[in-house]
């Protein structure tokens, strides 16, 4: 009897030892993933052609792996962005869409290095986040600071997945002359950018301020350039060059105007390299040092990263998968979102293949270039500015100087790369425009595209269920579809079909569309809007008193928003002041209230009434 049980614990012990070591084998045999990324920065590489980039080692690292000519963020600014790379979702469809908010996670979906954790990956992220959510680092990484690194792990035959944010790029580190002297404090002479010798985007002035904040951009890649080769070389150094893939990535468009915040390919379309060394070749059919025009989306990071590492991609990503094996067909389409910038709400969508791109301008009726206070504190908007009125800047700025905005663009991208032709009257593309459209309209409606939803509403609707708007959505206690319809309705009748609605967010966007369009003024339409006031909600009845304010119902009109500029909710009182701000002078009569909220907690909200004091009282006061 004493023999036999021996001989079972015999057998127990060669199990564990078995297993923990099939357990190890199967651990050396995934990839360690690597990923440099930088902020604000568009393709000004050498290794896309820039001839003016001084980036030899990044380029030498583009000539052995795969380089993607159609890699886009899904949102031209960073916050939002980072909220699809760590989710491999959508932004829209889980309310991270507005810049600085804090979304709520769906309870099914979770982050996706949780997942790489949870099958023996130590994860690590140097060291910016914002992801636009309401999180915990610790629910994500296992570590994430400035110190953060794959060096860190215990155990050195661990499978990492390791970020390194270089922030140097950020467009602080060019208006910033003190960031910028401290990022590129290391670099020779030679490597600086001469400001005779750059290429000014076509937007620009040509003046010497421009060229030297341009020429300042380039410096910062250059110190970029060093950074990357240090983080290669510490992989080199190491021994894990040929059991690591590595990307290098740019978070949106380079951080100046017309391109951070922006739809067009300058705020979105960013360079994408991918190496994958020798033991790893197999999981792309493309070869390493060869282009590629296949289009990529910052919601297929995440699925792309689990499927290198062998895993299942969760139901809830709404991304595929670019390299690993059993691949998806190649997407026709990417899709972007613009939303709240800062203190500033313009709802618009783009749709692009690999020649088209489709935009959908949901407030037309405002301008291109609003004024937002970081990007106007910047010396290229000023002198942008400057030469507006001056009547010197080029014609590709002045269109971008309009105070209204078509309904839709199309561009086509081989003919016109600067986005500048508008094709939608055009009938030779007819076709195309019909096609593009629906992509946009039923990609809205697949993702249940939460920007449709207004902010405050969007909010108090989750507090009251205690639920994301991602499940409220999915789980049809409230219905997009007529939202969407609404939304982007010219129809009258349908739209005063819309302020009867029981869905608040129907009636907000029945009175904002009836508001751009004070032509369409009657009795009857008076009454129904002068109703509007006294809307159960908050935001329909701001909608409504602009829309009567627009038609010369004023009094009662601006009374109702200096009431709601001391509403408890902060994204009420920042619409209420928006509205304020965009009477312009019309609004005198509230100067008192506007300058009520100048200690105001959201800084939003203040940024906005300086914005529309300034207008009012001819001054010029500077806030934060």
């Known amino acids: 009897m004493q023999v036999k049980n021996t001989t079972y614990q015999l057998i127990g012990v060669l199990l564990l030892v078995f297993t923990s070591c099939a357990n190890s084998e199967q651990e050396n045999d995934l990839p360690n993933i690597l990923w440099i990324t930088t902020e604000d920065m568009s393709m000004e590489l050498g290794c896309y052609g820039d001839p003016v980039a001084k980036t030899p080692d990044i380029d030498a690292f583009a000539s052995k792996s795969l380089l993607y000519t159609n890699a886009f963020a899904s949102a031209p600014v960073c916050a ?13 469809s889980i309310g ?8 709520r996670m769906p309870l099914e979906a979770r982050y996706f290095p949780q997942y790489l954790r949870e099958a023996g990956y130590y994860c690590t992220n140097n060291s910016k986040e914002d992801y636009n959510l309401d999180y915990t680092s610790s629910e994500i990484w296992d570590e994430s600071n400035d110190v953060a690194h794959w060096r860190n792990r215990k155990r050195k035959d661990q499978p990492f997945f390791a970020v390194f944010n270089y922030i140097g790029t950020h467009e602080s580190g060019i208006d910033n002359e003190r960031k910028h002297s401290r990022f590129t404090k290391d670099l020779t002479e030679d490597q600086f950018i001469n400001p005779n010798d750059v290429k000014l985007p076509i937007y620009f002035p040509d003046t010497e301020i421009t060229r030297k904040l341009w020429a300042r951009y380039y410096s910062n890649i250059s110190a970029l350039n060093e950074y990357t080769a240090k983080i290669l070389e510490q992989l080199e150094e190491d021994g894990l060059s040929e059991n690591t893939i590595v990307f290098f990535y740019s978070d949106h468009g380079a951080g100046v105007p017309i391109h951070k915040r922006w739809l067009f390919d300058t705020g979105l379309k960013v360079p994408l390299l991918v190496h994958l060394p020798e033991k790893y070749k197999r999981l792309s059919k493309k070869q390493m ?33 670019f390299l690993g094996n059993g691949l998806s067909p190649e997407r026709e389409f990417v899709f972007a979102a613009r939303d709240r910038m800062d203190e500033r709400y313009d709802m618009q969508r783009a ?32 002198q942008i500015r400057a030469a507006y009125v001056q009547e010197t800047l080029p014609e590709a700025g002045v269109r971008l100087m309009a105070t209204t905005k078509p309904n839709e663009e199309l561009f086509d991208l081989e003919k016109d790369p600067n986005e500048l032709n508008n094709l939608i009257d055009d009938p030779q593309y007819k076709e195309v425009l019909s096609h593009m459209r629906s992509a946009h309209e039923e990609w809205s409606i697949r993702i249940k595209d939460a920007g449709l939803i207004p902010e405050p509403i969007l909010r108090s609707w989750e507090k009251m269920h205690n639920k994301s ?21 010219e129809d009258l009748d349908g739209l005063q079909q819309g302020l009867a609605s029981d869905n608040e967010a129907v009636r907000y966007w029945a009175a904002i569309r009836i508001g751009d369009h004070p032509e369409w003024k009657n009795a009857e339409l008076l009454e129904i809007l002068g109703n509007g006031l006294n809307d159960e909600d908050h935001l329909v009845r701001i909608a409504s008193a ?15 928003l200096e009431n709601e500029l001391n509403s408890a909710d902060e994204w009420i009182r920042l619409n209420a002041v928006l509205v304020l701000d965009e009477m312009g002078e019309m609004a005198r009569p509230t100067i008192n209230a506007l300058q009520s909220v100048m200690e105001d907690p959201n800084k939003y909200v203040i940024r906005v009434a300086n914005r529309a004091l300034n207008n009012l009282l001819g001054t010029s006061n500077v806030v934060r």
Do not use: C, W
Request: net charge positive.
């Open 96 to 103: 991270s869409h507005h810049m600085r908010t804090a979304g």
């Open 469 to 489: 708007i991602y499940e409220l959505l999915r789980e049809g206690v409230y219905s997009i579809d007529e939202v969407q319809r609404v939304a982007l309705s």
């Open 289 to 321: 040092g060869s282009q590629t025009d296949e289009l990529v989306s910052f919601v297929d990071l995440a699925p792309t990263v689990l499927k290198l590492a062998g895993l299942d991609i969760p139901e809830h990503m709404q991304g595929r998968a």
């Open 546 to 560: 602009r829309a009567l304010i627009k038609m010369g119902v004023e009094e009662k009109s601006f009374a109702l």
């Open 80 to 92: 939002p962005a980072r909220s699809s790379i760590i989710t491999g979702m959508y932004p829209a």
């Open 351 to 382: 749709v692009r293949n690999k020649q088209f791109k489709y935009i959908r301008y949901y407030e037309p009726s405002k301008p291109y270039i609003q004024y937002m206070n970081t990007p106007e504190k910047g010396e290229i908007m000023k």
